[in-house]
């Protein structure tokens, strides 16, 4: 295979059933779905964490949150660390000491006072979660082509439950496509990619290049062609939309309070689904272009490309929206498309994979020793059609988002763990429940697989050194204990090397 250029392509707060590519009969998102066909589309790709900065973090570092301590998005941070320590170790550094070009457009959030620039990145800097309509880049090039500025109508947002506005969901823009924020990343994006291909033509230097785009993460706003693109009639609503949050951490139905769902109609929560889809519409089309620039300037067969996002969006599944402490597969199971030239095409995996993986995969295909990706593996094997040693489940984790909350979830083909230390556990058989309405983890004909479960996730977070294992160390039965939970050492005889703890 070859491809030492990367083309990485990120959107941010991406459902997976909205991708045509993803089954979706209804999306139109033609750019991504040949890009799958021509790649390896990947059915059980998840984030590492549902929160946009560690999410983000994590790629850059290819370490899981709770190892590089980002764990929280500046805008709603309630005490933890909000930058990178310095030394840290990043892939674009490792592919600027090895000659590459590095550039990103768009979206950064990794970092309040450390931009993308300090990691190496080329590009204008762009603060925040959300498209920056007052940046001087971004308003030089309205003017620059007599383009209209922003401005929007038909608002849709709930009431809170203190009777003020909710958060804004979606709006009608009045500007035309030219105009948009994702039009004009995808312009930058163009431009960049056509110095850097002069680089590497005259063969100075290969290129590592990133866009990501703002959306189609809430609030939806998008011209009159997309805010009406699809039918709200023609929307299906998700069958969680009927959750009762019986038997579900109670924090879960204050979040759905807090984004005022119950407060919008049905005919609301349908036209929100249709403008989602519309604003990826959207998005998919600025893809084309910059896939038919690649192709404009004879780079597709020197260049890998990747398609993937931070995690997903509820958009009114479980009667949620935005992200937030509830692990379900909305946001936590993802696309992710990565084609690589000379590799087979239109596979699908369905191997555990991981937002975390892109790092390794990045650092292969550019030559780097990928060994400082703590918690990465390459997918170079599984692109290239090999069937290498896999594991079969996965962990992932949240710390919090507006207020702390720390849960660690295992995730394997049928069923869904999630350990909440402050309120009741969940398990979920994705097999005869996919929509996660009935938490099973205190049914008794579930107590085998609870306990294996429990006892896999302690191994696992073990072995990563997380130390949200301390607490099941304590609280449940997960083979015994061979350590002083104390760490003290006033009674290390109490704990025996047959993992029995010894009552006198």
């Given at each position: 295979?070859t491809?030492r250029?990367?083309?990485?392509l990120?959107?941010?707060?991406h459902?997976?059933d ?6 979706n009969?209804?999306a ?10 021509s790649g390896?589309r990947?059915d ?9 900065t560690?999410a983000?973090?994590?790629l850059?570092?290819?370490q ?9 998005n ?8 909000e ?7 990043a892939f674009?550094?490792a592919l600027?000491?090895e ?14 006072k ?10 204008p800097?762009f603060?925040g979660w ?7 880049d971004?308003?030089?090039y309205l003017?620059?082509r ?7 109508s038909?608002?849709i947002r709930g009431?809170?439950?203190n ?6 969901l979606?709006a009608?823009?009045?500007q035309?496509v030219e105009?948009t924020?994702?039009?004009y990343?995808a312009t ?6 056509e110095r850097y291909a ?7 230097r290969p290129?590592?290049l990133a866009?990501?785009?703002?959306g189609?993460h809430?609030?939806?706003?998008v011209?009159s062609?997309y805010?009406d693109?699809?039918?709200?009639e023609?929307?299906e ?8 949050f019986a038997?579900?951490p109670?924090?879960?139905?204050n ?7 119950d407060?919008?109609?049905v005919?609301?929560?349908?036209k929100l689904?249709?403008?989602?889809w519309g604003?990826?519409t959207?998005?998919?089309?600025q893809?084309?272009?910059v ?5 404009r300037?004879d780079?597709v067969?020197?260049t890998?490309v990747?398609?993937t ?5 509820f958009t009114g599944?479980?009667r ?6 509830a692990?379900?597969e909305d946001i936590?199971?993802?696309p ?9 095409a239109?596979q699908?995996?369905d ?5 975390l ?8 295909l ?7 990706a ?5 997918l170079?094997?599984?692109?290239a059609g ?5 594991p ?5 984790e949240f710390?919090?988002h507006?207020?702390p ?7 394997n083909?049928?069923y869904?763990?999630v350990?909440n230390p ?12 996919p ?6 983890y ?11 479960m429990l ?13 949200f294992?301390h ?9 015994g204990v ?7 050492g ?10 029995t703890?010894v009552?006198?």
């Amino acid at each position: 295979m070859t491809g030492r250029n990367i083309l990485f392509l990120m959107t941010d707060q991406h459902r997976v059933d909205s991708l045509g590519a993803y089954g979706n009969s209804a999306a139109e998102t033609p750019a991504l779905d040949a890009l799958a066909a021509s790649g390896t589309r990947f059915d059980r790709w998840f984030t590492p964490t549902a929160i946009c900065t560690p999410a983000r973090a994590s790629l850059l570092t290819g370490q899981a949150p709770f190892r590089h301590k980002l764990l929280a998005n500046h805008e709603r941070n309630v005490g933890y660390i909000e930058d990178l320590p310095d030394g840290q170790f990043a892939f674009s550094s490792a592919l600027r000491e090895e000659g590459y070009n590095c550039g990103l457009l768009g979206k950064w959030h990794a970092g309040t006072k450390r931009t993308a620039a300090d990691f190496g990145f080329d590009g204008p800097h762009f603060d925040g979660w959300h498209n920056a309509i007052d940046h001087e880049d971004y308003l030089a090039y309205l003017e620059e082509r007599g383009l209209p500025s922003y401005e929007i109508s038909d608002r849709i947002r709930g009431v809170l439950p203190n009777g003020g506005p909710g958060n804004l969901l979606a709006a009608r823009l009045h500007q035309p496509v030219e105009a948009t924020f994702e039009y004009y990343l995808a312009t930058r994006t163009i431009e960049m990619l056509e110095r850097y291909a002069d680089d590497y033509r005259s063969g100075r230097r290969p290129f590592f290049l990133a866009l990501h785009f703002f959306g189609p993460h809430l609030p939806y706003i998008v011209p009159s062609e997309y805010f009406d693109r699809f039918d709200p009639e023609q929307i299906e609503l998700p069958v969680s939309m009927l959750e009762t949050f019986a038997g579900k951490p109670p924090v879960q139905r204050n979040y759905s309070a807090h984004w005022a769902f119950d407060s919008l109609t049905v005919e609301q929560s349908r036209k929100l689904i249709a403008v989602s889809w519309g604003y990826i519409t959207l998005i998919d089309e600025q893809i084309a272009r910059v896939m038919a620039a690649l192709e404009r300037l004879d780079l597709v067969d020197d260049t890998a490309v990747f398609f993937t996002c931070d995690h997903g969006e509820f958009t009114g599944s479980h009667r949620l929206h935005d992200k937030g402490p509830a692990m379900y597969e909305d946001i936590y199971r993802t696309p992710g498309i990565v084609r690589i030239p000379g590799a087979p095409a239109g596979q699908v995996r369905d191997e555990f994979v991981s937002l975390l993986d892109c790092t390794a995969t990045i650092l292969e295909l550019a030559g780097v020793d990928p060994t400082p990706a703590t918690d990465s593996r390459s997918l170079v094997p599984l692109v290239a059609g090999e069937s290498p040693e896999w594991p079969d489940d996965i962990v992932c984790e949240f710390h919090g988002h507006q207020f702390p909350y720390p849960q660690r979830m295992l995730r394997n083909e049928r069923y869904k763990l999630v350990v909440n230390p402050e309120s009741v556990n969940e398990l979920y058989d994705l097999e005869l429940d996919p929509d996660e309405l009935q938490n099973v983890y205190e049914l008794p004909e579930y107590g085998s697989i609870r306990q294996r479960m429990l006892e896999r996730l302690y191994r696992l977070l073990q072995e990563r050194g997380d130390n949200f294992s301390h607490w099941m160390t304590a609280m449940y039965s997960v083979g015994g204990v061979d350590y002083d939970p104390s760490f003290g050492g006033f009674d290390d005889a109490a704990y025996t090397p047959e993992r029995t703890l010894v009552h006198e």
